[in-house]
């Protein structure tokens, strides 16, 4: 078993639906980390969490500290909003990367 | 716009050569990561430095080691290249380390094998 999970592994949605991306973790973390990899390979950054829920835009990113669980939520989607989405968590000094949600919004 | 460059882009190479490959960090940001990103597959960690000393490393052989100068900006350097190295080369950038800060990533390198 992973330590980080994610689901679901593809999403195809319709323009203007709601998102939403889960993220599961089994080990101790500091932080989680909600990533965004476009086509082409860069990474962006989309929230760092540790507690609570964070807004930015049509984002919103929610963590549950006791479950060991975290969603990325996705309002009125839109075409540029494809791409792949990457949970992962710090534990010591690196990175554990869940596997990615492909997500495809249609217009 | 990340503040973080990488260089180069891409670049193709024959095994048994070495690469050098060049990160400049976010301004002000004293920790730089690097991963590697096979296609299809999740980055995995190489190593960590933090203020020009390697404290942290992944499940990755010697012949991958790195710099990190007084500026910050840092460098991952491959020897004896194999044809499983292909793969796109991420850095990223934060303050304090992964556990504190926020994190930057460059675009990557693309490396080929041939």
């Known amino acids: 078993k992973n330590e980080v999970e994610q689901s679901p592994q593809n999403l195809t949605a319709q323009e203007g639906e709601f998102i939403t991306i889960n993220c599961s973790y089994s080990?101790?973390?500091?932080?989680l980390h909600w990533l965004q990899q476009h086509p082409g390979g860069g990474i962006v950054s989309l929230f760092m969490l540790s507690s609570g829920k964070k807004k930015h835009g049509r984002l919103i990113a929610t963590i549950n500290i006791q479950e060991k669980h975290s969603s990325l939520h996705i309002t009125a989607s839109h075409p540029r909003d494809s791409a792949v989405y990457i949970c992962a968590v710090t534990g010591n000094y690196q990175l554990i990367w869940g596997a990615g949600t492909k997500l495809i919004i249609k217009p | 716009e990340t503040g973080v460059t990488q260089s180069p882009t891409h670049l193709i190479k024959t095994r048994g050569q070495q690469v050098t490959l060049r990160c400049s960090s976010q301004?002000?940001?004293?920790?730089v990561s690097w991963y590697q990103q096979a296609l299809g597959q999740g980055p995995q960690f190489i190593f960590q430095y933090y203020r020009e000393e390697e404290n942290g490393r992944g499940n990755f052989p010697p012949r991958f080691s790195g710099l990190q100068f007084p500026n910050y900006s840092s460098e991952l350097n491959v020897n004896a290249l194999e044809l499983d190295d292909s793969a796109l080369y991420l850095c990223a950038s934060s303050l304090l380390g992964q556990n504190t800060g926020e994190l930057f990533f460059g675009e990557g390198s693309r490396l080929t094998v041939l």
């Open positions: 301004s002000g940001h004293n920790t």
């Open positions: 080990v101790g973390i500091s932080a």
